[in-house]
């Protein structure tokens, strides 16, 4: 086979050769042989020198001999700046077979967790001193940005929170209802919706929330400047990220837990009183019942787990955050890893939660 190449071997040429010639000379194997006829290349820019080197490079690959006519030096000079044997082949994307050693993948796992874990334990103890410093200076601590998470975290998230919190109760009310309803004990619905509410399901489904609407937002903030390296210039203007980026967000998320857990559990409230009025329930019957059940012991229980689980949401968001990576799907990877892990969280120490209130008769 002979290739005859141009007098000037700029792109536009190059391109035409490549797209009539190579697929023909990906056929050739051991024994053929490639006359590459370069005598007349006056010209060439980066797109000839890299035709040059593909051709040794499916030379070398498939074991066809390659024949230069290069009366001018122009692939001698390439060959010289660009040395074929540097470089690997890489095999092909459609015969590459996924390693199924299963001791080999164990391995590799287990040290991904152990950095994974030597990571966490050097934020967390790095969060523990910053936030001492905070503590006894507090000027430290940028509490400009600290109100301006409280109002992003907080108040922004007033209405879906109150929204969900409404139709938490409205379900709950209603099949409870349904089946209290058979002994004419219909009322006890209210004592039912105000213990839930306070003690676990206003802090579980406002966390929930934080955690996907707040937990992912910090992840995908600090990842996007991780990968715009704004972190970097921090850590090089010998400014701490953890104090500069993490504290603020935790103290936000810590702060507005209790306030959007108070109002998830109000309109839960409001939304059980719609369905017993509607089954002819006094109003007034429904809120004595409330305020009777609702107890302080329950109100400061549920107020104290909300708090738990913003600063796990706020500290899990900006670890994932932080740690996320610098190609262009990181930091979608990070949102999501920021909310699986605030949800798994959450649900473990909400376990821890009742197995604490149950030694201690709460």
Same mark, same amino acid.
Do not use: C
């Given at each position: 086979m002979v290739l005859t190449l141009p007098k000037v071997c700029s792109q536009a040429e190059v391109a035409a050769v490549w797209?009539?010639?190579?697929?023909?000379?990906?056929?050739?194997? @051991?024994? $053929?042989? %490639? @006359?590459? $006829?370069?005598?007349? !290349?006056? =010209?060439?820019?980066?797109?000839?020198?890299?035709?040059?080197?593909?051709?040794?490079?499916?030379?070398?690959?498939?074991?066809?001999?390659? $024949? !230069?006519?290069d009366a001018r030096g122009a692939v001698a000079r390439t060959l010289a700046r660009y040395s074929p044997e540097s470089f690997v082949n890489h095999p092909d994307p459609a015969a590459l077979v996924r390693d199924s050693h299963l001791a080999e993948q164990v391995g590799e796992s287990a040290v991904a967790l152990l950095e994974r874990v030597k990571g966490l334990l050097a934020f967390l103890g790095e969060v523990a001193a910053s936030t001492v410093r905070a503590v006894f200076s507090p000027g430290r601590l940028r509490w400009r940005d600290v109100w301006l998470f409280v109002e992003k975290a907080g108040a922004d998230a007033v209405p879906i929170t109150m929204l969900i919190g409404f139709l938490l109760g409205v379900i709950l009310a209603f099949m409870s209802a349904m089946s209290l309803q058979q002994f004419g004990v219909e009322i006890y619905v209210a004592d039912l919706i105000s213990i839930a509410l306070f003690r676990e399901l206003g802090p579980i489904i406002t966390s929930i929330v934080l955690a &996907?609407?707040?937990?992912?937002?910090?992840?995908?903030? %600090? &990842? @996007?400047?991780?990968?715009?390296?704004?972190?970097?210039?921090?850590?090089?203007? $010998?400014?701490?990220?953890?104090?500069?980026?993490? %504290?603020p967000r +935790?103290?936000?998320?810590?702060? !507005? +837990?209790?306030?959007?857990?108070i109002f998830a559990v109000a309109a839960g409230l409001l939304g059980g009183a719609i369905i017993l009025l =509607? +089954?002819?329930?006094?109003?007034?019957?429904?809120?004595?019942?409330?305020?009777?059940?609702?107890?302080?012991?329950? !109100?400061?229980?549920?107020?104290?787990?909300?708090?738990?689980?913003? %600063?796990?949401?706020?500290?899990v968001g900006c670890f994932c955050g932080l740690n996320a990576g610098r190609a262009a799907d990181s930091v979608g990877a990070a949102a999501t890893s920021a909310v699986v892990s605030s949800l798994v969280l959450i649900t473990a120490v909400d376990g821890l939660f009742a197995v604490m209130a149950f030694f201690m008769g709460v």
């Open positions: 797209r009539k010639v190579v697929p023909r000379v990906d056929r050739l194997k @051991t024994g $053929d042989t %490639l @006359t590459l $006829d370069a005598d007349a !290349v006056e =010209s060439l820019d980066g797109a000839g020198e890299a035709l040059f080197l593909s051709l040794y490079l499916k030379a070398q690959r498939n074991g066809f001999a390659i $024949d !230069v006519r &996907g609407r707040t937990g992912s937002a910090f992840a995908a903030e %600090l &990842g @996007t400047m991780k990968v715009n390296e704004e972190i970097d210039a921090l850590t090089t203007f $010998d400014l701490s990220p953890v104090a500069f980026l993490t %504290l +935790m103290f936000a998320s810590t702060m !507005v +837990m209790p306030a959007l857990t =509607s +089954m002819d329930i006094p109003a007034v019957a429904y809120w004595q019942h409330v305020v009777a059940a609702t107890s302080l012991t329950n !109100v400061l229980f549920g107020l104290g787990k909300s708090m738990v689980f913003g %600063l796990l949401v706020g500290m």
